[in-house]
């Protein structure tokens, strides 16, 4: 006689017809609610409008800084808008710079949160649950046929992320410590991070160890010849100059803070092809490119699986891990920690690899492909249009889309963000010389009529800045 297999209680919990029936009903009141969150709303009375900026400022006294925005959510949304606690209804183009790719109130996402009540709140490396499996292994799943990608170790921000790169390698490659990093990168604002990422206001009175060099990242005013010139020839100074140093080159494929910086895959290629001659490992940054171009990892994308040796990721995947290859697993005791994810980030993060890759995103007919080119589209129709002279250059690699008003100095910039903000759009900034407004937008939820009305608040915005 056959065995019955054993159920646990919490398998019992999901498929009984009391928790099915509780779990319909809460969605259904959960969704009627969302529903009502949609299209942008105002503020409505100067009454509550004082409590509001209360509540900010009691925020800005407890944290020692005012925010960025006058923006405190009340935890409720709907597709691309979001409500504060204001009452007034946002329209969410930069998703907490690029967390929320399925927009607020996710039916798909809200019914995971709800199958994990019944879970620890967080969870460890010590002591992992199954949605600490299920994730890594839903990851790992999608890493591309020709990827070396074998391992996957979760952490609960960015920058672990790549501390955790940065020590697997540096164990790897001991003696060898320094690191190759590129002009405009970034890659957190750790001790070891703020070293990398290029920008020397992160670091404002901290030390620095001299263990990075920055290379300069592809310019498309100059040749592939040129840059690769300037780029490889400067490696091979710093080789020289400290043979047996070098662990390893890490850079994002596409720039994120930096101005979505794209290179041509030739240029990466024979990066790579250099690196490896030289016995570096191949870091790559996808904490915000990943799931947001034309394939789930932007490597894909460029046809660069075979090269990588260690990949971080985040974001959207509502948890953060280092992906890495057989030759990079560390020893034990190099890498730990008490937090590796909160039981409900990580069931909706497999859901949501889940959702990109069997809905319709990728691919060059796919639905990011389709909306990236619309809103490419329609910026164009402003910047030729009522709008010229008033947006300059635009960048668009797949879900990221920047552009430069004005005049792109960063009081421009900053001015036409609150005054989007005030028209009811959520945007940011990325970039310098000149600086652009960046966004971010959920894909995941959003239609071409969305574009249309975001694009509205842009036009609008812009052409009262020309007066």
């Not at 183009?93 to 690029?98: A, N, R, V």
């Not at 690196?275 to 789930?296: V, Y």
Request: with cysteine.
């Amino acid at each position: 006689m056959q065995q019955e297999l054993h159920m646990t209680e919490i398998q019992s919990l999901v498929s009984s017809s009391e928790y099915k029936n509780a779990k319909a009903a809460l969605l259904k009141v959960l969704a009627a609610s969302s529903q009502r969150v949609s299209g942008i709303k105002h503020q409505s009375s100067q009454e509550i409008r004082e409590e509001y900026q209360k509540s900010l400022k009691e925020l800005s006294t407890n944290k020692g800084r005012e925010p960025y925005f006058p923006y405190l959510s009340s935890g409720i949304g709907s597709g691309p808008y979001v409500e504060l606690t204001d009452g007034s209804v946002k329209m969410d183009l930069i998703t907490g710079i690029g967390i929320n790719f399925f927009g607020h109130s996710h039916p798909e996402l809200m019914a995971e949160i709800v199958d994990g009540l019944g879970s620890d709140i967080m969870q460890g490396n010590l002591q992992p649950g199954i949605e600490s499996q299920e994730l890594i292994r839903t990851v790992l799943q999608h890493v591309g046929p020709k990827s070396r990608l074998k391992h996957g170790w979760l952490l609960c921000s960015g920058t672990m992320s790549n501390e955790v790169a940065l020590k697997i390698i540096r164990q790897k490659k001991s003696p060898a410590t320094k690191i190759f990093a590129f002009t405009d990168c970034f890659a957190g604002r750790s001790t070891a991070m703020q070293e990398i990422t290029d920008n020397p206001k992160y670091r404002e009175g901290q030390p620095v160890y001299g263990e990075v060099s920055h290379l300069q990242f592809y310019s498309p005013k100059l040749s592939l010849k040129e840059n690769l010139d300037r780029t490889l020839g400067k490696m091979k100074f710093e080789l020289d100059r400290y043979p047996g140093k070098y662990a390893a080159i890490m850079l994002e494929l596409v720039q994120g803070e930096g101005g979505f910086n794209v290179a041509p895959r030739e240029y990466y290629v024979e990066l790579f092809e250099a690196a490896k001659k030289a016995g570096l490992a191949i870091w790559i940054d996808e904490i915000q490119t990943f799931g947001r171009t034309e394939n789930l990892f932007a490597y894909q994308m460029l046809g660069l699986d075979e090269y990588v040796d260690v990949v971080t990721v985040g974001k959207l995947l509502q948890a953060c891990m280092t992906l890495y290859t057989n030759e990079y697993n560390p020893k034990p005791g190099l890498v730990s920690g008490t937090f590796s994810g909160s039981a409900a980030a990580l069931k909706t993060g497999r859901k949501i690899v889940e959702m990109l890759t069997q809905d319709g995103f990728y691919g060059k007919e796919g639905k990011i492909a389709k909306l990236s080119g619309y809103f490419g589209k329609q910026l164009k129709r402003l910047s030729d249009g009522s709008c010229k002279g008033l947006i300059g250059e635009t960048r668009i690699v797949g879900g990221m889309i920047a552009f430069t008003p004005l005049s792109g100095s960063m009081d421009d910039v900053k001015k036409v963000l609150m005054k989007l903000f005030d028209a009811g759009v959520v945007a940011f900034y990325c970039g310098h010389d000149p600086y652009l407004i960046r966004l971010l937008p959920p894909f995941g939820v959003m239609t071409e009529a969305h574009i249309d009305e975001a694009c509205g608040v842009i036009e609008k915005v812009l052409l009262s800045c020309k007066n």
